[in-house]
């Protein structure tokens, strides 16, 4: 029943989006294949390293966001201890911002869901995750595809900062009236800047 209600939460909001156009955005800084992004967030910094060899499109997909500055002055708006850290949807004042299509899932490349990667977040449709990622704070197998359905793309690992990210995922969290959703901390952690290194 966990596992269900947790799947739940990680698909977000109650919104349809369909993949179009746009699942495989043009190469972002080509010449590095593993390229480090810093997020430094108001309980620290956690360093990234994504694996575009594993998943190009996803890591293209990020990379455009940290340096369209799409990430700076957003919020973790979704914690659940033991299970994963989630952001880059609100900024502090619960507003969206505009996003590009959807990225292809590329659960399937082999990276899994285990303790300190980072992957996207998505709805339903396994090909509509654009701008909010999370972080898992355990082995999440049962966010990896399987015969049967697509998985949650993971494309880095957390380098740096891995007591930053436990600590975040250590906070207290509400409801909250403004997301109309569980396990929002109740006081925001603010991913003030995100960059490639």
């Given at each position: 029943?966990?596992?269900k209600l ?10 349809s989006?369909?993949a ?22 108001s309980m ?16 293209n ?14 919020i973790?708006?979704?914690?659940i ?8 949807g ?6 969206e911002r505009?996003v ?22 998505r ?17 999440n ?11 949650y ?6 380098i ?6 436990e ?8 409801f ?8 929002v901390?109740v006081?925001?952690v ?8």
């Open positions: 029943m966990y596992q947790a799947l739940f939460l990680l698909l977000g909001f109650p919104v989006l369909v179009k156009g746009d699942c495989f955005p043009g190469e972002v800084l080509p010449d590095n294949p593993f390229p480090i992004v810093e997020l430094t967030t620290g910094t956690i360093a990234v390293e994504l694996n575009r060899n594993r998943a190009p499109a996803t890591s997909n990020f990379l455009r966001y940290v340096l369209e500055g799409h990430y700076d002055n957003t973790f708006h979704r914690v201890p033991d299970f994963v850290v989630q952001g880059g609100y900024t502090p004042e619960i507003e505009d590009h299509d959807p990225v292809l899932n590329e659960s399937g490349n082999g990276l899994e869901n285990n303790l300190g990667t980072i992957a996207m977040a709805f339903n449709d396994p090909h509509s995750a654009t701008s909010q990622f999370y972080f898992n704070l355990k082995n197998e049962a966010l990896n595809p399987n015969s049967r359905n697509w998985g793309t993971v494309f880095g690992d957390v740096e900062g891995m007591e930053v990210l600590a975040i995922g250590a906070v207290e969290t509400g909250s009236e403004a997301l109309g959703a569980p396990d901390p006081e925001t603010i991913l003030v800047t995100a960059k490639v290194r």
